[in-house]
């Protein structure tokens, strides 16, 4: 298993400067309340832009007792766009070295949603605070970043967490 850090809201630079919000691909804008992480079984690697894919069922996911975190069992699998998914990767970003100290802080948190929020305009074809449509990341956890796994995965969905079943590159939306 391998687990990752998420975040499924629409975050203005203000929100993300005043609160870490983390939540495990649920839907809507409202803030959460605690800390939650996704462990993807299969497909990390194979990811790529324009992979379409499910959010996982709420039978995949429990709560560990020891940090109140939602941990979710995510099969990162592509469909197609053209039927109903959930989210789409828009933009893959290599983590550099030194980002293994700062996996599991605010910061770093912040710092990827950043990265997310600046590649948007470019796949989707609005600036995102201006888009319809939400972003969020993927990114490893100190034990995941161990088995490999160095990169952060920038995905977009509707905003009320509605399926999709088109294409959101150049959308302009």
Not at 40 to 49: K, L, P
């Amino acid at each position: 298993m391998i687990k990752l850090n998420t975040d499924k809201h629409k975050l203005s630079v203000i929100a993300i400067v005043g609160t870490l919000m983390m939540a495990t691909l649920s839907s809507g804008c409202s803030p959460a309340e605690e800390e939650s992480s996704q462990s993807v079984s299969q497909g990390y690697d194979e990811a790529f832009v324009g992979m379409c894919f499910n959010d996982a069922g709420p039978e995949d996911t429990h709560i560990d007792e020891s940090s109140n975190a939602a941990i979710t069992n995510l099969a990162l699998e592509p469909l197609s766009c053209q039927t109903p998914h959930d989210n789409e990767v828009y933009y893959i970003y290599p983590l550099p070295a030194e980002a293994e100290t700062k996996l599991d802080t605010e910061a770093f948190f912040e710092d990827m949603l950043d990265i997310c929020e600046d590649e948007f305009e470019d796949y989707i074809g609005s600036d995102y605070r201006e888009s319809y449509y939400e972003m969020s990341v993927l990114f490893p956890t100190t034990e995941s970043w161990k088995l490999g796994h160095k990169q952060a995965i920038c995905y977009a969905f509707h905003p009320a967490a509605k399926k999709l079943d088109f294409e959101l590159k150049d959308i302009d939306k």
